[in-house]
């Protein structure tokens, strides 16, 4: 495992294009409803014309991956129109959100659904408008959580909850029952962290005034969260099968860092100089849910390992807000320190959270065992993410169950 780079992404250049990420409304505020997903629901479409040909293109996409196989999707996305980037770079934050997932989407597809071989240069057409968009936002120019789940659904009736059975996923890869269940059991445990996410600073602050109460109110909450994210994620092989999973869902969410398809990253053509760039894929190590559990629960891992280097990488790819909520919990107080101050009425409620945590990551490594390692045959196996998984996954169980209170 490479270690973390510390300039941002560790491209060969920095992003030409001034992130204005503070004007951004997506994803900038965190609510009960909502958590970290948008608050409000997803753009399914630009409505501009100017992006018709490219909007197309995305729903398209599942059916050319499908006739794919000799260069037609590639060639098919190359014949597209220039892209507006200077539109959409001017846009409004919502519209950025959709140009980000729109081309990362087709960028992907270029990359991974068609074939032979997987190329080595993602041509100009695609990879400047991309790596724009990108800079705006101050994101990465690869497939990111945000844009793979967080950004990617819609309510089926709009008066109802964000939860299973009421909605449904924008785009797809390839499409079909098992895409979109994968994707839908992240969404839906998004929106069940919420109310957990929104109580972390409330808890810090009471932790800071001595409220033993307002602490053990946000105690309860995380654990109430993560017995409904396990609920949740116990679902995932109801219809999302682990062959369909390993054989044909993983690949398009890959990167170009620590995967053995591409060992020297991807040259994107007409930027950084035509060095090329190493980017990890998609996973769930951008949700920030785990991250601000961690943070505020002073769960920490250990700093002279690559695991702790892995996550912070991690925040890289998440939305800058959700970064500096993260970023803000970790300067907090713990709620670790407020339960060893007050043992007695905290103690029992923190290690019931340390245990509810411990067990979502053990039932969570299960789940990569099952769809992932039980079915390779490769020493060299890897996340979607890029990560040497089991060990990674060990490793965070581990620490957490470490962070009991005696
Ligand atoms: C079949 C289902 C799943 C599989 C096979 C899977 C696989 C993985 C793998 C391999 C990693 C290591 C990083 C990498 O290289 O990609 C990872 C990390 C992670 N995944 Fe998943 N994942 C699944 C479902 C989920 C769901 C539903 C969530 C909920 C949001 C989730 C959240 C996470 C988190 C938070 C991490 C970081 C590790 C940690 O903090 O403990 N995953 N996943």
């Known amino acids: 495992m490479a270690a973390s780079v510390s300039s941002a992404w560790g491209l060969a250049r920095p992003p ?33 014309p100017q992006y018709a040909a490219w909007e197309d293109a995305l729903d398209q996409l599942p059916k050319y991956a499908v006739a794919a196989g000799r260069g037609e999707l590639r060639a098919w996305l190359l014949s597209l129109p220039a892209f507006p980037t200077e539109a959409a770079v001017a846009g409004g934050s919502d519209e950025l959100w959709r140009t980000y997932l729109l081309l990362s989407f087709l960028a992907h597809g270029y990359m991974w659904c068609d074939g032979p071989g997987t190329p080595s240069v993602l041509p100009a057409g695609l990879a400047a408008p991309w790596c724009a968009v990108a800079a705006a936002l101050d994101m990465p120019p690869v497939l990111v959580y945000a844009t793979y789940n967080l950004a990617n659904w819609r309510r089926l009736d709009p008066a109802a909850p964000v939860q299973l059975g009421n909605i449904c996923c924008l785009h797809n890869f390839l499409g079909g029952i098992d895409e979109e269940w994968f994707r839908l059991i992240h969404v839906a445990i998004e929106a069940q962290a919420a109310p957990a996410m929104v109580a972390l600073p409330a808890g810090q602050a009471a932790a800071a005034a001595g409220d033993v109460a307002g602490v053990r109110l946000t105690l309860e909450a995380i654990t109430a969260a993560l017995v409904a994210m396990q609920a949740t994620l116990e679902r995932m092989g109801e ?9 044909r869902l993983r690949l398009p969410m890959s990167g170009w860092r620590n995967n053995p398809a591409l060992p020297g990253g991807l040259v994107y053509e007409s930027q950084y100089g035509g060095q090329p760039q190493q980017l990890y894929g998609e996973t769930g190590a951008q949700s920030a849910v785990l991250h601000a559990l961690d943070a505020a629960l002073g769960i920490r ?21 959700h970064r500096a909520y993260v970023a803000s919990l970790e300067a907090g107080p713990s709620l670790r320190q ?7 009425s905290l103690k029992p409620a923190y290690n019931e959270c340390v245990h509810e945590l411990e067990k979502f990551r053990s039932q969570h490594k299960a789940f990569a065992f099952n769809y992932i ?25 581990d620490a957490t169950s470490q962070h009991r209170l005696a």
């Not at 030409?16 to 958590?35: D, I, L, M």
């Open 373 to 397: 390692a039980k079915h390779s045959q490769r020493a060299d196996e890897t996340g979607t993410g890029g990560s040497d998984f089991m060990p990674a996954l060990a490793g965070y169980r």
């Open 301 to 321: 891992h250990d700093p002279s390992s690559w695991l702790r280097a892995y996550l912070l990488d991690m925040r890289r790819h998440m939305p800058p807000a």
């Open 338 to 344: 407020a339960a060893e101050a007050q043992p007695g």
């Open 16 to 48: 030409k294009v001034e992130p204005r990420t503070r004007a951004c409304q997506a994803f900038q505020s965190v609510t009960a409803e909502r958590g970290f997903l948008p608050q409000s629901d997803p753009l399914t479409r630009l409505s501009d």
């Open 239 to 247: 219809k999302c099968d682990p062959h369909v999973y390993y054989r």
